[in-house]
């Protein structure tokens, strides 16, 4: 079973903890220096109320503080020197924020606002960055209390200064270290794992399990492994002689074409995969002809994708490059692509949506950056001749783009999984 299998590869909650703190401190010493520098603001100021958190904080948090405590606020500050001096207006009794953060508040004297008011005043910065966008829910995290909270502290002085931090935001949330990109591919092999036995015959007994059975053996079985979902799994399917795309909640029969959508968080990065398997007749031995090639016309349109996706592009770019190749390569596909990281959908340029499949104002302006993911997801349709009928081929990988070049996070699906 795959538990046993890859439970060994699953590191103990304690070595998680120690592995995750690691990568923030290299996130708050490397990575976060440059993009502030990047994006001109030299003071990032962050707050959110227990159980009501700005979403980029859980980012931000050492493990395995989760939440905020009442009012917590981080405050990043760019120095001369070009460090980034991270500080906390949380209980300086308190050392669940240490060593990442410095303690500023003094609980005696002031209250949480009147620290804040006294820090801008010590930094006088430039550009003080606050979590509010338009565009980028991630980004869009202050509450209007407690927009109205910073800049009675700040005063009108610093008020004036403040600015949306929508590009710090999301280069924070995008960026992957090299550390990061190392681990992800036996990240994302843990859902491969998965995937392969839900969709193999040790789970489906064709004529008697429901897709809707293996959605929740896919529940079932990730949680045994200590990890979590990040969304609800979808299973479905398409049969000979059924036009709809996506057939769910019914009984898997010989001759069906398989899909599923599944994810999962893993040292806080998410997998978001969708995988194809076709359910073996008596006598088969592989999938239709034209069955694989619908899936080999898949893969082209995958590859058109990867070749349009380049720095410095936005997501609306290589959308529209995409398709426009597809069609002349007469290949019928929608795209649909994500960023993926810390969040499934996550900050960064979208590459078209599922039921818009034009240009994307606001996020699909973003551009592409070096040492970002991707949830590569996208469809084709093609005639399948053995069923007088077309089908679509479904696919969805993680892919990382790295200096200029697109590598898939594990293992590209080349074949259709069989179920016999």
Partial sequence: MVSENIHNKILPQRQQVKLRNQWLAMRLEQTLPQIMQETGIDLWIIVGREFNEDPIMHSLFPAPFQNASRLTGLIFSLENNGAVECLNMYSSQSGALQPYYKPVWDKGSESQWECLGRIVRQKDPQRIGLNFSENVALVDGISSVLYQHVLDAIGPEYARQVVSAEHLGVRWLETRLPEELDAYPGINGIMDAV?????????????????????????????????????????????????????????????????????????????????????????????????????????????????????????????????????????????????????????????????????????????VHNNTCYALELFTRQYLPEWDQDINIFLEQVIAYHDDKVFYIGKREEQFLLIS
């Fill in 195 to 367: 995937i392969d036995e839900m969709f193999s015959g040790a789970t489906i007994h064709p004529g008697v399990t429901t897709t809707t059975d293996v959605e929740y053996h896919f529940i079932d079985t990730i949680q045994k492994l200590g990890l979590s979902i990040n969304f609800k799994p979808d299973v479905d399917l398409q049969r000979r002689g059924r036009t709809e795309t996506k057939i769910g909640d019914t009984l898997i029969l010989p001759g069906d074409l398989l899909r599923c959508d599944v994810g999962l968080q893993y040292l806080g990065l998410n997998t978001d995969t969708q995988k194809m398997a076709y359910v073996l007749k008596q006598g088969e031995k592989s999938a239709p002809d034209g069955m694989r090639k619908a899936l080999e016309n898949c893969h082209k349109f995958q590859d058109i994708v990867c070749s349009n996706l380049r720095e410095g592009k936005t997501g609306n770019q290589v959308f529209a490059g995409s398709k426009q190749e597809a069609a002349l390569a007469g290949i019928q596909a929608d795209l649909y692509a994500h960023p993926i990281g810390f969040h499934v959908h996550g900050a960064g340029p979208i590459f078209g949506l599922w039921d818009q499949q034009g240009f994307i104002p606001g996020r699909g302006e973003l551009p």
